[in-house]
């Protein structure tokens, strides 16, 4: 019998967080699951931030691996941060939401938020298939969950059932993918993948493409890139509105976290045969996603296509490969920029659709007379996801710009800029109804709750301070040595 020496203290924030999980469901299911519980929302963020913290001080400031299948490195400590602060954003968004829809269970839905963000946590320290993959399906099957949580609503009903069967589907592909290659070398370790691929593929290229090509297409159905995107627009529309902001926000980055891992650890090796197919998926990605954006009047699909379009923008540096700290490092900027951007855009649009029964763009009209601070928040939003000047998006973009032309991808980069002006016109619609167009008669001034107006003052300081003063992150991620393998 196989053993190894385990430091099980390496995974303290995990266990800390499914210990809280647990906990809020025990909570609600003891308090009754109807009714209001603003308290346990409360919560749900506390042990997000604690679970931060741990992450933080306990583990920041060492490596470590359990028998290679969980590793904690600078890497997964950045993105499990990101992503424990963004589900914290989330709840605060969603306890607005629940507040004004008593149908949905609120102890359920924090604790799957959290048991989300635990499956996440999971993914970006996997160094092994099979932890990754049990990760991704901790994180899966709490989506599918949480898609379907308005159960009175046919939209959310129908996001969840499309969602479970394509889900289901792409992790299968990724599944299949991952049993040719542990056919090939009979282990599940991505470190020991990696150190065989070579040769691996000199014996056995067809069979090794198919792998990683099986694998591409699942992960290419969770980051939501062409032509894997088809789900994204209706589940994103049929959804509550805090669980479409997690999807398009957290579990992206987290997708795109065990790309970077799978792909460089395992795959790195034979870079020269893959790289260019993700820098053709990119380019597909930013014209289609750009492109359909222009067509779309419900504000909820509108951001479902930029998505898919900020998707193509975050696989450019893969595909741009130059050094792989240089490639994490500005993945991780365009992480944190589309994170705030992203999540303060959401906080607004649930406010207005909320309050106006509609979530067609026409009800931002008149928005800068009825709030002209959810207004100017908005627009700095829609500037930074258009990646204008002295925004954080202007910022990120610069910087996968200049990765393009450093790895003599010229064509990539013009691409991605022809692709950008393309998307002001349909983030400009929005501001244009916000303050070119009267609101409605019946449409008052709109009152902003204490707590959401936390969630958007964050959000739109990080969106302006990453714009005004980006080298204070961008230092100090260009000095880091991301992966332990």
Request: proline share 3%.
């Amino acid at each position: 019998m196989l053993s190894f020496d385990a430091d099980w203290s390496l995974m303290t924030p995990e266990i800390v967080l499914a210990a809280a999980a647990l906990l809020i469901f025990t909570i609600d299911f003891m308090t009754g699951i109807n009714g209001k519980k603003p308290f346990i929302g409360r919560l749900s963020i506390v042990a997000l931030l604690a679970t931060a913290a741990l992450v933080l001080f306990w583990n920041g400031g060492n490596s470590g691996s359990i028998g290679d299948m969980f590793v904690v490195d600078p890497f997964s400590t950045a993105f499990k941060v990101l992503i424990l602060t963004g589900t914290a954003i989330v709840i605060g968004i969603s306890m607005y939401y629940l507040d004004r829809h008593p149908d949905v269970y609120q102890g359920e839905f924090y604790s799957l938020l959290l048991f989300a963000s635990l499956g996440a946590m999971l993914m970006v320290s996997s160094a092994d298939l099979i932890t990754l993959f049990i990760g991704l399906e901790i994180l899966s099957i709490s989506a599918y969950c949480m898609a379907g949580f308005k159960k009175y609503s046919k939209k959310s009903t129908e996001a969840a059932v499309k969602y479970v069967v394509l889900g289901g589907t792409a992790s299968a592909f990724i599944l299949y993918g991952m049993s040719f290659m542990y056919g090939l070398t009979g282990t599940t370790s991505l470190v020991e993948i990696g150190a065989q691929i070579g040769s691996l593929f000199d014996a056995y290229p067809f069979l090794v493409m198919m792998s990683l090509l099986f694998m591409l297409v699942g992960f290419g159905f969770k980051i939501s890139v062409v032509p894997f995107h088809m789900w994204a627009p209706d589940v994103y529309e049929g959804a509550p509105t805090p669980v479409t902001s997690f999807l398009t926000v957290i579990s992206k980055i987290a997708a795109f976290a065990i790309i970077l891992r799978v792909f460089f650890t395992g795959f790195g090796g034979i870079y020269e045969e893959w790289g260019f197919i993700i820098a053709i998926v990119a380019a597909v990605t930013m014209i289609a996603g750009n492109l359909i954006a222009l067509t779309q009047h419900n504000v909820k699909r509108l951001m479902a296509y930029s998505g898919i379009a900020q998707a193509g923008y975050l696989l450019v540096p893969i595909a741009a490969f130059v050094t792989l700290d240089m490639t994490v490092s500005v993945i991780l900027f365009y992480a944190v920029a589309y994170m705030v951007m992203t999540l303060g855009a959401f906080a607004v649009i649930t406010i207005v659709t909320e309050s106006s029964g509609s979530e067609d763009i026409l009800s931002f009209s008149g928005l800068y007379r009825r709030s002209p601070f959810l207004a100017i928040a908005m627009s700095a939003f829609l500037i930074s996801l258009a990646g204008l000047p002295v925004s954080a998006g202007f910022t990120g973009k610069a910087w996968i710009f200049f990765q393009a032309i450093s790895a003599d991808m010229l064509w990539l980069a013009v691409i991605m800029i022809v692709t950008s002006i393309v998307s002001f016109f349909y983030y400009f619609g929005i501001i244009r109804q916000m303050f070119m167009k009267e609101p409605k008669e019946k449409e008052g001034q709109l009152r902003i709750p204490a707590g959401m107006s936390g969630v958007v003052t964050v959000t739109l300081i990080f969106t302006l301070g990453l714009g005004i003063l980006p080298f204070l992150l961008i230092n100090f991620f260009t000095t880091m040595q991301w992966m332990a393998f």
